[in-house]
């Protein structure tokens, strides 16, 4: 019997249910503890984290026989891998040292080569020859400003596309402009994330603490743990209807007094009037 308690004892179950009652009788906490999450996050997002704007342009490139190297492409409007792996190779060109470090002595540009290659980005517009640079700059001037400097490196007929890409041609279809609201941070995402995350940290919490906690509070906890075990007898709660004395009994021998004094007084008084 003693193998068979502390086995029972070692595994312990976890019931969905009374766990769904420990967090509905915490919900307050859990409430607050998302409001809380979501307003930390907006008040970091709105203090500390500094806003992006971004500026775009796009180019097209027009390739009818391409020659790179010792290796030559004919590529058609149907050939959409080919498209993509030249729209790579145009990516690699509007990043490369020599095209920012033009930008940044044509354009007068703060920055230097590392700082102006985090900024500036490309890739294709859809599944199209058209080829998009987007800049991202905490400014929406300098944004624009840097964008539409590297757009005319970008289709110099000597260092741009077309001078490196040989049979390739570029046209500009878009300028940036100065954007006028801030492409990120976003606060209504940040702060759902930190309602989120202060829902699932009280949850996790409550719930550790339920399954640690190893105080018996109801009778039945101990029918079902040791199941196999009789019922000897049962204790009563001497402690539900007492406001002091020793267990409680204090309380009741207070009320039974009370009751004994009532009754005299209305016997007496009966006697009284009978005199």
């Known amino acids: 019997m003693t193998n068979n308690l502390q086995s029972k ?19 307050w906490l859990i409430v607050l503890a998302a409001f809380i999450g979501g307003v930390a996050f907006f008040l970091y997002t709105f ?10 342009a796009l180019l097209y490139v027009n390739n009818n ?20 792996s030249l729209i790579d190779t145009y990516c690699v060109i509007l990043r490369s040292r020599t095209t920012l470090e033009q930008a940044k002595h044509e354009g007068e540009l703060p ?9 500036v980005s490309g890739s294709a517009e859809g599944k199209t020859p058209v080829f998009k640079i987007t800049v991202t700059n905490p ?9 539409n400097t590297v757009v005319e490196i970008m289709i ?20 940036a402009v100065v954007a006028k609201s801030a492409s990120s941070p976003s606060y209504l995402k940040n702060t759902a994330i930190g309602m989120l995350l202060g829902f699932v940290v009280a949850c996790g919490i409550i719930i550790l603490i339920s399954l640690m906690d190893s105080t018996i509070r109801e009778e039945e906890f101990l029918l079902e743990k ?31 007094g009370d009751k004994a004094r009532s009754n005299a007084a209305a016997k007496s008084k009966e006697k009284g009037s009978e005199v």
């Open 9 to 27: 004892q070692d595994v312990q179950e976890i019931d969905l249910l009374k766990l769904l009652k420990v967090l509905w009788s915490r919900i």
């Open 47 to 56: 203090f500390f984290i500094t806003p992006q704007y971004k500026s775009s």
């Open 65 to 84: 026989s391409l020659d790179i190297g010792s290796t030559k492409l004919n590529i058609t409007s149907g050939d959409i891998s080919a498209s993509s």
């Open 111 to 119: 920055y230097t080569y590392e700082q102006l290659r985090s900024m």
């Open 139 to 147: 400014d929406p001037e300098m944004a624009a400003n840097i964008c």
């Open 156 to 175: 110099d007929p000597n260092s741009g596309i077309s001078g490196i890409v040989e049979g390739s041609s570029v046209s500009v279809i878009d300028y």
């Open 226 to 256: 040791y199941s196999n075990i009789p019922v000897l007898a049962t204790i009563p709660d001497l402690n539900e209807d007492s406001a002091g004395g020793y267990y409680g009994y204090g309380g009741s021998y207070a009320r039974a």
